[in-house]
């Protein structure tokens, strides 16, 4: 099971970090991801780790102003959100697959996060 937290209501150029608790479960060998979706979009990858190695990868809007971080000891996975612009805001999702799987099969609810400008 995971659960995020950590939304709000911020103005551009603020910092925001965003966590996502697993629970229920070891996460080795596996990739944990952050998503989001803003109203009447798509859903988008923002970023992923391997909770393995600590590798992330970043989507191209995100790359310089995003971080995830993993915390082994407390199944968590964080997202530093940097210098935040209202094209940010959205309904951001964590979701975790195994290395082995090609889609996500495990989702979190969401947490809002609203930029304005």
């Known amino acids: 099971q995971l659960q995020a937290c950590g939304g709000g209501l911020l103005q551009a150029g603020d910092s925001l970090t965003l966590s996502c608790v697993a629970s229920?479960?070891?996460?080795?060998?596996?990739?944990v991801g952050w998503f989001r979706q803003a109203p009447g979009k798509e859903r988008e990858f923002v970023t992923h780790?391997?909770?393995?190695?600590?590798?992330?990868s970043y989507s191209n809007s995100v790359k310089g102003r995003f971080t995830i971080s993993r915390d082994r000891a407390k199944n968590t996975v964080y997202l530093q959100m940097n210098n935040l612009k209202p094209e940010d805001s959205a309904i951001y999702y964590c979701?975790?697959?195994?290395?082995?799987?090609?889609?996500?099969?495990?989702w979190g609810q969401g947490t809002l996060v609203t930029v304005s400008s």
């Open positions: 780790i391997t909770w393995n190695l600590g590798t992330p």
């Open positions: 229920g479960r070891t996460l080795n060998n596996w990739i």
């Open positions: 979701a975790a697959r195994s290395t082995a799987a090609s889609q996500y099969n495990n």
